[in-house]
């Protein structure tokens, strides 16, 4: 079995070095949401060195929310959104002599996504406009991966490591308890769990097949560090290899 664990980076957390020698993937955040363009350059020369694969996350211009408040925008201005912060990691890339890899959504903008196809569908188009080549990583079994399918795009299916799930697949609203996941000893075991059905498992312990090609852990979050290498080192002791889409 062979899967991608990628994290989110660039966005501030101080992180950035250290889940570099643990990731296979990194999601750099596009300068709306928090990090900046000197962020963005430094991260991605520092993910290339430890040949971890690029990827581009932009979401909601929110930098006092993270980009976690929802936004009342049209489908035009958040593709208008993407394709500035898709463009501005493509020639950052570019100007350093790397390449992006793929795409991801953040925060908010993602979730939203996730439940409305047509607000998908205008996210990875803009993207694909600016940067056709790149990958979009969906949230798995959702409105995202029906909008990228149904666009004909190449997609990853993603999990979450550290995040509870509803038993559509998509996410466990943050304000609720247990919505975030802390433990880190914890993560391995779930993942292998869902790996095995080929299914994301919900916190009532609902299957939902699904394909799972990559597994995301917050970079943001206090424990982010420690639950990267307890699930590497699960991963790795289970047979699965790690490897950058």
Known sequence: ????????????????AALCAVV?????????????ALEMARVMRLAATRGVGLGVHPGFEDRAHFGRNR??????????????????AQAVAQMNGLQLRHFK??????????????LAQACFGAARAVAPGLRLVVLAATAQQA?????????????FADRAYNSD????????????????????PRIL???????????TGHQIPARID???????????????????????????TLAPL
């Open 193 to 203: 769990a869902m790996l095995r059905a080929g299914a994301i498992i919900s916190e």
């Open 105 to 118: 959504l953040h925060g908010a903008l993602a979730n939203m996504a996730s439940e409305d196809p047509a």
């Open 214 to 240: 990559t597994i995301c852990l917050h970079g943001d979050s206090p424990e982010a560090l420690d639950m990267a290498r307890a699930l590497r080192a699960g991963l790795t002791a289970a047979g699965v």
């Open 24 to 36: 296979t993937s990194a999601n750099i955040c596009a300068g709306l949401h928090a990090g900046g």
């Open 71 to 88: 936004m009342n925008l049209s489908c035009a201005e958040i593709a208008d959104l993407i394709a500035y912060q898709t463009g501005a």
């Open 1 to 16: 079995m062979r899967v991608d664990l990628n994290a989110d980076m660039g966005e501030g957390a101080g992180t950035d």
């Open 169 to 188: 697949a998509t996410l466990v609203d943050r304000k609720l308890p247990g919505a975030v996941l802390h433990e880190a000893t914890q993560a391995a």
């Open 147 to 159: 909008a990228a399918a149904a666009m004909g795009a190449d997609w990853a299916g993603e999990i």
